[in-house]
């Protein structure tokens, strides 16, 4: 959902459909565990 508001401020944008949002190349949640922290890497963008 985050990436998907993030999105949707865009200028231009003007619909999201978040069933195609893949993280990591899984539509889904990013689970971390107890002493894991999130690090941004590479962000790569398609288009489908």
């Given at each position: 959902m985050k990436v998907g508001s993030l999105?949707?401020?865009v200028d231009g944008v003007l619909d999201v459909d978040y069933s195609s949002i893949k993280?990591?190349?899984?539509?889904g949640n990013v689970t971390l565990?107890?002493?894991?922290i999130a690090?941004?890497?590479t962000?790569?963008?398609g288009v489908m």
């Open positions: 999105l949707v401020n993280l990591n190349n899984v539509a565990g107890n002493d894991e690090v941004l890497g962000v790569n963008l």
